[in-house]
Structures are given as structure tokens and as C-alpha cells.
């Protein structure tokens, strides 16, 4: 479902995923201005409450909280803000399903991307990763990767960032499942006797945390 005002949000074209280089130029751009829109990012995260695609993809996850902002199917894309990190459960390596493009607003965190040394496609463990290149990321930093690239991003406490997917580009995304963390440090579950799980639609509660976190960093109004 798309935002119900109209903004230049609506008027971005669709995301080639057929080169990179064109994502990232998008998407950076997307990033950047949305970042200097602060009436927009707040009416994005306000209306979450109100749109019942954008909440039930509204997520708590085995790293982070996201918030999904902004969804545009038709084009290929889909606006994220991800929050409150789980600092002992980002140091598993993984990719994802997805070209992504991303940008620190406030916080940080170190970011390692892994070279595998077992081909580009399918699972792996730790034992066939290599690093590549570490960073420091910090407020004002953005990157793009594909999918087929291995990283993990050991965030600060009160990072938070925007975050631009396109398309599925493979059916399953992997990690290191000899390093993924014990399962009592899963997100807790919505309803109280269930499992945990590594990643949840939000509660409404939850939700209005997230909300209240991003006006106390001077985020929204």
C-alpha cells in the first residue's frame, strides 16, 4: 500500500535491479532527502499506525526493530527505519534476499563485509568467510550492497537507521548458523506462552516505543 498523501515519494522511479550502480544512485538519493524531510519522515512513522500492510510488516527481529515507512510494490522498493539494536546478537554473519541501500542517522557501529570463500550462492558457516573490509560507520554514512554479499554491523545502543530493500532477488537469505545466538535471546513473544521467534509483526506497544525513541532523538516532531 502506498502512503495516502501524496509526496515525491510517489514519483521516485522503480529500482533497476539489474544494476547495482542505478540502485545505489536511487536509493542514495531517496535516502538523502528523506533524511532533510523531517515533516515527512514524521507523517511516514505517524501513519504506520494507520495502515495495516505498513504495521504487519512493522517488525521486532532477532537484531534490531524496524519500522516499515514507505511500500511501493509497483516499483519495487520498500522504506524501512531500523532501531533499538540487539547488541549481542549482531555478530552473526549474513546476507540477505535483497539489494539494500542504508543510512546512519544517529549512532553507529562497526561494519564488517566478509568475502566467502565458498562461491556466491547457498549456505555457509563462519568457517568459510574471510574479511574483506571493515568500516566505522557513523551519522552522514550510507552504503549499498547486493545480495549476494556476507556482513555484520556490531551497532551502538541508539543507532538507528533508514533503510532502502528492492526486490527479492533469491528465495532464502543465510547466516552463520553455528554462530547465531542462543535462542532465549530471541525477541520475546507477542503473546505471552508462545516460543520466541527470530522475527515478529510488532504489538502496538511496541510500535509506540519505537515512536516515542525516534521524537526523543530529535528524529520526528
Known sequence: MLTATTSWLDAVPPLDMDDLRKFQRI?????DRLT???ELLTKLVN?????PDRLAASRVTLLLNRLSLYQAPDRRFEIRLNMNPRPDNQLVPHDHCYAFA????????VHVV??????WEGPFTGADLEPAV???ERPGSAYTLGESMVHQAVMEPHTVTLFVRGPRRKKLSHA??????PRASWPEPAIPGD???????CTLAEYQRMRTCLIERHLIG
Open 27 to 31: 536509493s542514495r538519493n531517496m535516502l
Open 36 to 38: 532533510d524531510d523531517r
Open 47 to 51: 501513519d504506520v499506525l494507520h495502515d
Open 102 to 109: 542504508t543510512r546512519i542517522l544517529t549512532g553507529g557501529y
Open 114 to 119: 566478509r568475502r566467502r570463500t565458498n562461491g
Open 134 to 136: 571493515m568500516t566505522v
Open 176 to 181: 552463520a548458523e553455528e554462530l547465531m545466538p
Open 195 to 201: 516460543a520466541p521467534e527470530e522475527s515478529r509483526p
